[in-house]
C-alpha cells in the first residue's frame, strides 16, 4: 500500500490511522484548512489514487478544483442533503451559486459534479452511492481524458 495524508482539524483521526494501518508506507497526519492545503498540493502538481472528502458542511468550495489531484483514481464524497435541514438564506444561496437551484436533488448534484470534471478533462462516473439519512456518500470514478478526444475535435 502506499502513503496516506490526512488533514485532520480536531485530531482524533491520527490515532486511529497509526493504530490500524501497519501495511501503509507512511501516514502524514496535518491539521491545516483543508481548503488552502488542498490548493498547497495542486501548486505542488501532487497527484493522487484516491481521495476521500468528509467535511464539515457542504464540500462545494473545493469544486472543480480537487479534480487537478486525481488523474485516474476514485474520489469519496460525503455530501449533505440540502432538505434534510431548513436552510437559512446563506446555505440557499451558496447551493443556488454551486448547483443552480437553492435545493438540489442528487441526480441535479451528481449532475454538476461531472461538469465539474469537464473544467479540467476529467471524466467523473458515479459508482456507488449511499443514503445515509442526513447525507450522502458518493464513490466516483474518475479518468484524464484528452479534450482532443472526448470533444472529437483535431488540433491543427
Not at 458515479?126 to 447525507?135: A, N, P, R, T, Y
Request: charge should be negative; include cysteine; glycine fraction near 6%.
Amino acid at each position: 500500500y502506499g502513503s496516506v495524508i490526512a488533514n485532520d482539524k480536531v485530531g482524533k483521526v491520527h490515532k486511529k490511522l497509526v493504530e490500524n494501518t501497519e501495511e501503509l508506507e507512511s501516514v502524514e497526519c496535518i491539521r491545516k484548512d483543508s481548503f488552502i492545503y488542498f490548493h498547497e498540493l495542486i501548486s505542488l502538481k501532487k497527484k493522487f489514487d484516491v481521495i476521500d472528502v468528509d467535511p464539515y458542511g457542504f464540500p462545494n468550495r473545493l469544486f472543480p478544483d480537487i479534480f487537478l489531484l486525481i488523474d485516474d483514481g476514485h474520489l469519496f464524497l460525503t455530501m449533505p442533503k440540502p432538505y434534510v435541514n431548513i436552510l437559512n438564506g446563506i446555505t440557499q444561496t451558496h447551493l443556488t451559486s454551486y448547483f443552480g437551484c437553492p435545493n438540489p436533488s442528487l441526480d441535479e448534484i451528481l449532475e454538476r459534479i461531472a461538469l465539474w470534471g469537464l473544467c479540467h478533462w476529467r471524466e467523473v462516473s458515479l459508482i456507488e452511492s449511499q443514503d445515509l439519512k442526513s447525507v450522502w456518500r458518493l464513490c466516483f470514478e474518475v479518468k484524464k481524458v484528452k479534450a482532443t478526444e472526448y470533444t472529437g475535435v483535431r488540433n491543427r
